[in-house]
Structure formats: C-alpha cells, structure tokens
C-alpha cells in the first residue's frame, strides 16, 4: 500500500477546524483489497471502472477511485482511526447515453451516514465528505433504482480516507450461515407435483407420478382415460387420449408404512403446461461445454437425488448442440443439415433420438433450444427458413419442450415493432402445431415490447420477461421484484418467465463455482419465483447438488405454491423502505404472503389482514420449516434478515 503524507490543504477547512493543523496520511480506497466488494456485474475497478475503463464523471476524468457496477457493497475495517472519507461518486460516463442509474449509500454498521440522491447517466456526480470519527465499521453501497440493474456503472472517483495511526482495512462480508429449513420428508408415502395436468387429443401422454416415502411404492390410478396405462412399479403413465375431455383420476400410492392419495385432473383439449414447468436447463451450468454424457447425468441425478419425487420432470438442453457453420471444429463443425435439409447435431450429439428415449424411460421430459435467426446467441445453426422442417425434427426426436431464442433474429428484423416482434414466434407456432406433438413453447426475447401482453396470443406457453440472470443480488433482486404488474398475463397454459434458478453450483462454462448468492438470498429467489407462478429450471449442475441446495428444491409445500391449479401470480401489496409483501391467492382459499427485506440490515415487516382483502382470525404457517407458528388477529408481524424472507401461508 502506498501512502502518501498530506498536509491538509484549505479544502477540508469548510468541512471541519480541528484539521487545520494536522498532518495525516491518505489512503486512497482503490489502494485496498477490493477484490472483497461484491458487485452486481463485471469486476471491481482499482482506479478504473468495472469495465476497465477510465473514472470519468460528467466530462471530468479521475486517475484514481474505485469502479463498481450496483447493487454493490463493499465492508471495510475503520477500528476509529479514520479522521474523513472524501469520493466523488456517480455513473460512469461510459454509458452516457444509456438509461443507468443509482443511489450512493455509506453506512456505520447499520446507521445511515449519507445518501445521494438518484444519479443518472450523463448526470452531475455528488460530494461525499465525512467525519469517520470513531467509526470501527463502513460499508459503501450503491444500489439500482426503478429501473433496473442495467447499465448502472456505478463510481467512487478520488476516493481516500484521512487517517492517523490505524489504517482502514477490506473485509469480508459478514458470514451468513446455511441454514437448512425444510423438514426431512417421511418414511410414509406422499404424493407431490402438479395436482392438473394437460395434453392434447391423440399426442403421446408422458406423466410421472411424483412421490416420496419409502422404497418400494406401488402406484395405483383409477378413472384413467381409455388409452392411457400406468405402470404400477414406476409411475409413469403413457399412451395416447383420444377423445378431448376432462378425467378426475384418483391416484394412490403405498408402501410397507401406509397409503396416500391424491386427485389428478386431466384436461385433454387445447392447453399444455396448466401449471409451471418444473425442470432443469443446461445453460447456467455448462454453457457451450455441455453434451450427452453431461445430459444422461442430469437426468439421472434429478431420478437418483429424488427431486423427480417432488415433481421436477423437465430435462432442458440449451444452446450448443447443433454444428456450428463455418467452424473448422472437428467436434462442433461439420454440415449443418442433411441432403432433406433436416439439422444435424454436432459430435457431443450422437444420438439426439436415443437420448430423449432415455430420459422419456425415466418418466421424465426433455427440451432442447435454437431461434428463429440463421445463427443461435452462441453462433450455431438455428431455425431461420427451415422453421417447419426443425419443428418436425423436433418432434421425431421426442422434444417436449422448446426454448426459442431471439438473438441473430436482430439481423432479420425490421425493427422492433409489434408486428416484427410477433413475426418468428407465430411462424414456429404455426410449425410446431402441425407435429402433433405437445412442446411447451418458450419464448425467449428479454421482454421486448411488453411480451407479457401478446405471448399468449403467438402460442407461447412462457416467455422470458428480462434479460438472462446471473448468481448475484443486483440481477436476482432487479428480475424478481420487477415482476410487479405482470400479473394480470399469467395463468394456466402461459407464463410469466423471469429466467431460471441460479442456486447450487453455476458457471456458464466447464468451471464451475458455488452461486454468489447468500443463502437468505437463495430463500428469496426460491420463495418469488414459487409466488411469481414463474417456470422453475434449476440451472446448476445437479451431479453436485448440496444438501442445502437440495433443501430448497425439495420442500413441497413451497412447490405446491408454485403449481397451486389457480395459476395466480402474486402482486405486490405492500413497499416501503426496502421491505415489500407479496400476496398470491390459492385454489383452497387461503393465501401465499411473501414477507420481503431488500436492505442490509434485519427489519421486522407487518402485514395486515386489511393488505390481504380478508378479516378475523387466522392461522400462519411458515412454510419453509413446514410449521403453523399460530392464530393471528388482523395482523402478522415478522422479524426479516438482510435480503431475506419469510415466505407464509394465511387460512382458517
């Protein structure tokens, strides 16, 4: 660390006398490990932004400061020996015609020291001068605004303390243990998943059926419709319905411990995916490095971990399995499609077919991925003027799923107007309807042009309402609090889709790391995601699942407020200071309450009977632990911990 005796110059003699005369060491932040900071994208800047390029604010450029990128938080050891922090923060010029924006934070433990207003791209930057007298610790913050995440290139420019004696020192950020909340599941058997289930006349019918409990269960299902059969060891329910109706089918389960039973409806007609999907995407894990073996092995371990028990089914291959053009690769290169214009897969594929038979034996689905332009975001084949032909393949493979990706249709595209916006997705929905297969449709275009309103209308049975998620607090918090108003679009056969699940073991590539998630962090994106209604793909890599990852998977009572019949979104009722209650309405007519803390400190939140539209008394049971904590009057009050949750549900 280079220090640097400073003479305290007539600048400081406006914040405070007792300088005038003091000699005193500057430290610049940048000087520190700021390697500790975390950061809502990029890297920490050490006299750069988190980009890597100059600290410029509002046309002045600063050789030193710190770049970061909010929602950021950085911890520092101050042990009193600080006199002043001085910074002049604001968004980096960089993203001067951009929509960033952000407010500047810096707090002693949990006390408020400043605040900035809201800084925008292209805005004036604001002082920070203040007295560190006695402070032991300081944390430095910006946080995103209405707005989003996006571009908020944030900047703590000629950034330093004043210090005599004890230097300020980077710290971690406190230790957050991983507490396991959900109960172990019994030794008795229990029917889980979706309680309704769709398919349309005369395509094949794949249904697992999803329980826990001891081994072995025999499975029984009576009313089932002529042409389906069930496989009493398994499970698993094929063949094809006929005849478009809907059949109440009581299902039942047991072993040497007892019996369990359960309703299923299934609704034969125009619909699929009458409740979220539940499954896995190869993406947030592999990336480009995925391949056949690494698909059998997710598969296997959703069987093998017992998540399928709880009604995960879905097994989602992304971006990265075709052959690539004009690649000289002798894995991925190659000819993109046969003689009869059918697409090929590259050699990590060998046997697109005999994988989806594979997984299908398990009872279990399979996805795969392309888009409408000549290319996929990662540069292989994809669907553009070959839309009817790829939607066949698709299903003589045995696709069940299909993620259709905008990116390179960015290239065909007039602009960005509804009808240009409508164009590929009708296209490939008029193809996949001509398959008779049923292929829950997936529409991936980051939100443009309010997708939320006009999904349903091309076909979508999802659609991705922002842009793709990463494992840190800015994106999680942003995508999922930003959901509110888009509840109105969602209900059975069609879905809001804030992107997949970034808990357990994530990296996008062959290098894998531990979500940078908190673990009160991953109960909030656990517990919005069920409440949102939203399509749950695990994204990690389920080989080497932990046992706390696995407790948030696997908790059925969260679950069965994602796949609730009702198909309710929850709306935002409740905003003030960071703290937020969302609220979402169950077929049995008790309600889901999410009590939410985004701040950095602990903070007890409230929720009246009022805010939920009922009165009297009522039970609340905590449905992580899977405990009713009691009868409440008009009111529930609970203690919430930095970025956490309390996730209940409210009945007679």
């Given at each position: 660390m280079k220090?640097?005796?400073l003479?305290?110059v007539?600048i400081?003699?406006l914040n405070?006398?007792?300088?005038?005369?003091?000699?005193?060491?500057?430290?610049?932040?940048?000087?520190?490990?700021?390697s500790?900071a975390?950061?809502?994208?990029?890297?920490?800047?050490k006299d750069?932004?988190?980009?890597g390029?100059?600290?410029i604010l509002?046309?002045?450029?600063?050789?030193?400061?710190?770049?970061t990128?909010?929602?950021s938080?950085?911890?520092l050891?101050?042990?009193g020996?600080?006199?002043?922090?001085?910074a002049?923060?604001g968004?980096?010029?960089e993203?001067?015609?951009?929509s960033?924006?952000?407010?500047?934070?810096?707090?002693?433990?949990n006390?408020?020291?400043?605040?900035?207003?809201?800084?925008?791209s292209?805005g004036?930057e604001?002082?920070v001068?203040i007295?560190?007298?006695n402070?032991d610790?300081l944390?430095?913050?910006t946080?995103?605004?209405?707005?989003?995440?996006?571009?908020?290139?944030?900047?703590w420019?000629?950034?330093?303390f004043l210090v005599?004696?004890?230097?300020p020192?980077?710290?971690?950020?406190?230790?957050?243990?991983a507490i396991?909340l959900?109960?172990?599941?019994?030794?008795?058997?229990?029917?889980n998943?979706?309680?309704?289930?769709?398919?349309?006349?005369?395509n094949?019918?794949?249904?697992?059926i999803?329980?826990?409990g001891e081994?072995?269960?025999?499975?029984t299902?009576?009313g089932?419709?002529s042409?389906l059969?069930?496989?009493?060891?398994?499970?698993i329910i094929?063949?094809?319905?006929?005849?478009?109706g809907k059949?109440?089918?009581?299902?039942?389960?047991t072993?040497?411990?007892?019996k369990n039973?359960?309703k299923?409806?299934?609704v034969?007609?125009?619909q699929?995916?009458?409740t979220?999907?539940?499954?896995?995407?190869?993406?947030?894990?592999?990336?480009?490095?995925v391949?056949e073996?690494?698909?059998k092995?997710a598969?296997n371990?959703?069987v093998n971990?017992?998540?399928?028990?709880h009604?995960?089914?879905?097994i989602n291959i992304?971006?990265c399995w075709?052959?690539?053009p004009?690649?000289?690769?002798s894995i991925v290169?190659g000819?993109?499609?046969?003689?009869?214009?059918?697409?090929?897969?590259?050699?990590?594929?060998?046997?697109?077919?005999?994988?989806?038979?594979?997984?299908h034996?398990?009872g279990?689905?399979?996805?795969t991925y392309?888009g409408?332009?000549?290319?996929?975001c990662?540069?292989?084949?994809?669907?553009?003027?070959f839309?009817?032909?790829?939607?066949q393949?698709?299903?003589?493979?045995?696709?069940?799923?299909?993620?259709?990706?905008?990116c390179?249709?960015?290239?065909i595209a007039?602009?960005h107007?509804?009808?240009e916006l409508?164009?590929?997705y009708?296209?490939m929905?008029?193809?996949l309807?001509?398959?008779?297969?049923?292929?829950?449709?997936?529409?991936?275009?980051?939100?443009?042009?309010?997708?939320?309103?006009w999904?349903?209308?091309?076909?979508g049975?999802c659609?991705?309402?922002?842009?793709?998620?990463?494992d840190?607090?800015?994106s999680?918090?942003s995508?999922g609090?930003?959901?509110a108003?888009?509840e109105a679009?969602?209900?059975p056969?069609?879905?809001?889709?804030?992107?997949m699940l970034v808990?357990?073991?994530?990296g996008w590539?062959?290098q894998?790391?531990?979500?940078r998630?908190?673990p009160?962090?991953q109960?909030?994106?656990?517990?919005?995601w069920?409440?949102l209604?939203?399509p749950?793909l695990i994204?990690?890599?389920m080989?080497?699942m932990?046992?706390?990852?696995?407790s948030l998977?696997?908790?059925?009572?969260?679950l069965?407020?994602?796949q609730d019949?009702?198909?309710?979104?929850a709306?935002r009722?409740?905003q003030?200071?960071?703290l937020?209650?969302?609220s979402?309405?169950?077929?049995?007519?008790s309600?889901?309450?999410?009590?939410?803390n985004?701040?950095?400190f602990p903070?007890s939140?409230?929720?009246t009977?009022?805010d939920l539209?009922?009165?009297?008394?009522?039970?609340v049971?905590?449905?992580w632990?899977q405990?009713?904590?009691g009868?409440?009057d008009?009111?529930?009050?609970?203690?919430i911990?930095a970025h956490?949750?309390?996730?209940v549900r409210?009945?007679?």
């Open positions: 220090l640097i005796k003479l305290v007539p400081l003699l405070t006398n007792f300088l005038k005369s003091q000699t005193y060491d500057t430290v610049w932040l940048s000087s520190l490990d700021i500790k975390t950061i809502g994208w990029g890297k920490p800047g750069v932004s988190c980009m390029n100059p600290i509002n046309g002045k450029t600063y050789k030193k400061g710190f770049g990128h909010a929602s938080i950085f911890y050891k101050l042990n020996g600080s006199a002043r922090f001085h002049l923060v968004i980096n010029d993203e001067k015609a951009s960033g924006s952000a407010v500047f934070k810096v707090y002693s433990n006390d408020l020291l400043w605040q900035s207003g809201i800084l925008k292209g004036p604001e002082v001068d007295s560190m007298a402070i610790t944390i430095l913050c946080e995103t605004t209405a707005d989003g995440p996006n571009y908020d290139h944030t900047d420019a000629d950034s330093y005599k004696n004890t230097f020192v980077a710290i971690d950020k406190p230790f957050e243990p396991i959900t109960p172990k599941v019994p030794l008795t058997p229990r029917i998943g979706p309680k309704i289930y769709g398919s349309r006349p005369g094949d019918f794949l249904f697992r999803s329980a826990t081994r072995p269960i025999a499975f299902a009576n089932l419709p042409g059969t069930l496989d009493a060891k398994t499970g094929t063949g094809k319905i006929k005849q478009a059949y109440e089918v009581n299902l039942t389960t072993n040497k411990l007892g039973s359960r299923l409806t299934i034969c007609g125009n699929i995916a009458l979220p999907p539940l499954g896995w995407n190869s993406w947030n894990c592999f990336a480009c490095d391949d073996k690494k698909v092995a598969a371990a959703m971990s017992g998540l399928a028990d009604g995960w089914s879905y992304d971006d075709m052959v690539k004009e690649s000289d690769d290169g000819k993109t499609r046969d003689a009869q214009g059918n697409m090929n897969t590259n050699k990590k594929f060998p046997d697109m077919k005999g994988l989806a038979d594979y997984i034996s398990l279990l689905k399979i996805g392309s409408p332009g000549p290319k996929t990662a540069g292989y084949t994809a669907c553009y003027q839309e009817e032909k790829d939607a393949r698709f299903a003589d493979w045995g696709f069940d799923y299909l993620k259709y990706d905008w390179d249709y960015e290239l007039k602009d107007s509804l009808p409508k164009k590929p009708s296209v929905q008029n193809a309807g001509k398959t008779n297969r049923d292929i829950v449709y997936s529409l991936c275009q980051y939100g443009m042009g309010d997708v939320w309103e999904g349903a209308e091309v076909g049975n659609w991705r309402t922002t842009g793709d998620i990463t840190d607090w800015s999680v918090e995508i609090f930003g959901q108003g888009h679009f969602a209900g056969g069609h879905w809001n889709d804030p992107d808990v357990g073991k994530v590539g062959p894998l790391h531990y979500t998630l908190s009160n962090e109960y909030t994106h656990i517990s919005l069920a409440l209604a939203a749950l994204g990690c890599d080989t080497q932990d046992e706390f990852t696995y998977l696997s908790n059925d009572e969260v069965d407020v994602n019949i009702l198909g309710k979104q709306s009722i409740v003030y200071d960071g937020e209650v969302w979402k309405e169950l077929e049995d007519g309600k889901a309450v999410g009590l939410f985004r701040g950095l903070a939140l409230t929720v009977w009022k539209g009922i009165s009297g008394t009522y039970t049971r905590d449905l632990p405990t009713d904590e009868k409440f008009q009111k529930y009050t609970a203690t911990p956490g949750v309390k996730l409210v009945y007679k």
